[in-house]
């Protein structure tokens, strides 16, 4: 699929003390961070999953003062990973936290995601055999993760220094697995140079 992003625009009315407190040395074009995710996705926990977070001013014409995008890392659709856009989130921000809101729009679903291995993928065709442990690491290793468009959700971050703290949470329809699924992840992240990851492809690509 497509590189995916997400997008959390920082509005310049509330956010002046956030710009003093984490832009206020941004002379290039933007600032990456590097992230770790640990959390819980329907019934199974994870750890060590990773991400990207690049802060950087907003293009000529935004009404936003700053933007945020966040992705997965390396892969933007790893297993685990999520993507947050903010045209379709409330957000408030205040010095260096912001927090997001997903806002239902009847017009179009929130361009949102997460990303995970939905459970019928591992679902055998006949009797389990001797082999089922290599048959379910072989899934693992080709699988694609299921994407799951974020019908409700919200994103925190908190920045101090070269520092990112944050949470997220997430809940969609798996359209594969015919079942609601939610995720939770808390992240952390350190100043490091702009990096960019690429859509994870599946062995017949």
């Not at 961070?33 to 926990?45: Q, S």
């Not at 994103?155 to 997220?168: A, E, K, S, Y």
Request: proline share 5%; net charge neutral; glycine share 10%.
């Amino acid at each position: 699929m497509a590189a995916a992003f997400a997008v959390l625009a920082l509005g310049l009315s509330a956010n002046q003390g956030f710009g003093q407190t984490v832009l206020e040395d941004l002379n290039e074009d933007s600032k990456s961070y590097v992230l770790t995710l640990a959390g819980l996705v329907g019934k199974n926990t994870f750890q060590q999953v990773h991400g990207v977070l690049t802060l950087a001013s907003s293009p000529p014409g935004s009404q936003h003062a700053y933007v945020v995008t966040i992705t997965g890392w390396p892969k933007t659709n790893g297993e685990n990973t999520f993507v947050w856009n903010s045209e379709d989130s409330l957000m408030e921000s205040l010095l260096g936290r912001v927090s997001c809101r997903i806002v239902p729009s009847a017009s179009k679903p929130p361009n949102m995601h997460f990303f995970y291995l939905s459970p019928i993928l591992f679902k055998g065709e006949g009797m389990v055999t001797q082999h089922e442990g290599e048959r379910l690491r072989q899934v693992r290793k080709e699988a694609l993760p299921t994407q799951i468009t974020a019908q409700a959700g919200e994103l925190t971050l908190n920045f101090t220094g070269d520092q990112v703290t944050g949470r997220v949470w997430m809940s969609g329809y798996d359209f594969t697995q015919k079942a609601p699924v939610r995720y939770q992840a808390n992240l952390q992240g350190t100043l490091s140079r702009e990096l960019q990851p690429t859509p994870r492809r599946g062995r017949n690509d």
